[in-house]
């Protein structure tokens, strides 16, 4: 173990280092007193005090991610029968699983801003609690309606932690190796949940019921909480004096109220034409498109007027002539929309014209998990090493692959021949991007406010993912609707409807590949240590 007093552009604070990990030591003398008075026999020794603070950020930051993707995995095998258990129409059956990541999409911003004030580790644990009570409310759900408002709770708990956690890791390590492992285990969280999401939440959907996914969530994240509150260091995320006056300056609550109405209202609408185009012409539906369009460009005036003003700005509108910014942003929304599009239409696939039963159609997801761990670790090794924009190309090239192996699927092959390959390449360009794209935005936004770029990010992609999947569904509803099959529920019908998406799906990577070849050429490499 070796002690260093060199100092980054980033971080004041003296760092520990081990195992070429380094993380900003508390400097607390109230501490070292205490740590003087003992014996050696009950004093930790830095390197172990460094270990184990290592190894609880990371895994708390890596298990809120899994524990958040872990419903959205039980969802996608139990959808067909919470629909029949909760009578669930066609226009709300995927409720349940767009609704959370939508009005977490509209908080993040205002979590992280809120974060950035009153101290990331309290705005964890908040989030960690309302989780596992949101968890067991919606396992207790008995009509659809419950189930969707706990959801859309669920959602704003999520919000709490997502930021927060980004800005946990960005306080805690200095950049370097450690910071890339800590995005990257956070990442690879995403998978690992989502997978046992699918299995357990197949196997818990055929024998005692969907209830039990909603259930062993809220066990885990009360486990979480409880660990967090005991063993997250106090010095992580930790903030000056919380004051009114500090929350009334430094957070942007009109910045964020518009452009939380504005998120909300279109992803409302985008919800609404899933189900027929058709929708988009009733009255209400125009007046709420005409409003949500309206709020957003009132939030682009807002910020101009906030940084004329040299105040405080959620995202001010100079961000976005930053190229490699906004290139990073476009990608994340339209890759996580593809990846989450896939796995959905992909269950359908299995579910509605393979004719699989919930466990069955999970199994076949397994190769994802692997693969999105994989992903994750070796960005998160070569970060530092390879340029940022060789691993964001890369990665999506091969995601690329995944639904386009699904558009030329015969429903009839094995699953190695075309569900397989697809299966496992799908994750590679959200997982690629993850680590990436958190060290791109952060490095943007000053030290005090990586929460907020915690909410960037994650706004991004939670938006994404709600956006992807409902002009996905709505094409191939769309084909579906206009088939020359008779019956629209038939296997054959909906499977023209599942190859429109998944072609739909190419052209969305396609874009992305484009944007990131023109905007990431001069990113470098963008995990190395600052001397």
């Given amino acids: 173990m070796t002690t260093t007093n060199s100092t980054t552009e980033l971080h004041a604070p003296p760092t520990t280092t081990y ?7 508390p400097n607390n003398n109230a501490s070292n007193s205490r740590s003087a008075s003992q014996t050696p026999a009950s004093t930790a020794s830095p390197a172990e005090t460094s270990r184990a ?25 139990s959808i067909p029968v919470l629909q029949q258990d909760l009578d669930l129409g066609e226009g709300v059956v995927l409720w349940p699983v767009t609704i959370q990541a939508l009005t977490c999409g509209c908080t993040l911003l205002l979590a992280g801003s809120i974060a950035d004030v009153v101290g990331s580790r309290y705005m964890y644990l908040l989030g960690s609690l309302l989780q596992t009570l949101t968890s067991l409310a919606c396992g207790l759900s008995r009509t659809g309606a419950q189930l969707i408002i706990f959801r859309a709770l669920a959602g704003i708990a999520a919000s709490l932690c997502l930021p927060s956690a980004v800005s946990i890791i960005n306080d805690a390590f200095v950049p370097g190796r450690g910071r890339n492992l800590a995005f990257a285990a956070m990442g690879g969280g995403q998978p690992v949940g989502f997978g046992l999401g699918l299995t ?35 010095s992580v995320g930790k903030v000056e004096e919380i004051t009114w006056a500090r929350l009334k300056v430094e957070v942007d609550w009109v910045g964020a109220l518009i452009i939380s109405i504005a998120l909300a209202l279109l992803s409302y609408i985008m919800a609404e034409v899933t189900t027929g185009t058709a929708r988009i012409r009733e009255p209400r539906n125009i007046a709420m498109l005409t409003l949500g369009f309206s709020f957003l460009f009132g939030f682009v005036g807002w910020m101009h007027k906030r940084e004329k003003e040299q105040k405080a700005a959620l995202i001010p509108n100079s961000l976005w002539k ?9 990608s994340v929304f339209l890759v996580w929309g593809s990846f989450n599009a896939v796995e959905q239409i992909g269950n359908f696939f299995f579910q509605n014209v393979q004719g699989l039963n ?48 699904m558009a030329l699927v015969n429903p009839k092959s094995t699953y ?5 390959p697809a299966i496992l390449l799908n994750p590679i360009g959200a997982d690629g991007l993850f680590t990436i794209s958190n060290l791109v935005i952060t490095s943007r936004f000053p030290v005090k406010t990586q929460g907020l770029a915690g909410g960037v990010f994650n706004t991004t992609s939670q ?59 001069k990113v470098g490499t963008v995990g190395r240590k600052q001397d």
Wanted: contains cysteine; positive net charge.
């Fill in 416 to 420: 190695w021949a075309f569900a397989f």
């Fill in 53 to 77: 603070t290592t190894a609880i950020i990371i895994f708390c930051v890596a298990v809120v991610t899994a524990v958040n993707t872990f419903l959205s995995g039980a969802l996608v095998v």
């Fill in 463 to 521: 938006i994404g993912k709600s956006v992807g999947l409902a002009l996905t569904r709505l094409v191939a509803n769309n084909i579906t609707a206009t088939s020359s099959v008779k019956d629209k529920d038939a296997a054959p019908a909906l499977m023209q409807g599942y190859r429109a998406g998944f072609w739909f799906l190419v052209a969305l990577n396609t874009v992305s590949l484009c944007m990131s070849l023109w905007g990431l050429r």
């Fill in 322 to 330: 930053d190229k490699v910014f906004t290139s990073i942003c476009i």
């Fill in 358 to 405: 919930a466990l069955e159609a999970a199994i076949r997801f397994l190769p994802a998990v692997i693969m999105g761990c994989i992903a994750n670790i070796i960005v998160g090794l070569l970060a530092h090493r390879i340029r940022g924009d060789w691993i964001v190309v890369l990665s999506i090239v091969l995601s690329w692959s995944s639904p386009l192996l």
């Fill in 19 to 25: 195992l070429d990990i380094e993380l900003i030591a």
């Fill in 200 to 234: 357990l939440g197949g196997v818990l959907t055929g024998s005692i019921g969907w209830e039990w996914g909603f259930y062993v969530s809220a066990i885990i994240n009360g486990i979480v909480f409880a660990l967090s509150t005991w063993q997250l260091p106090s």
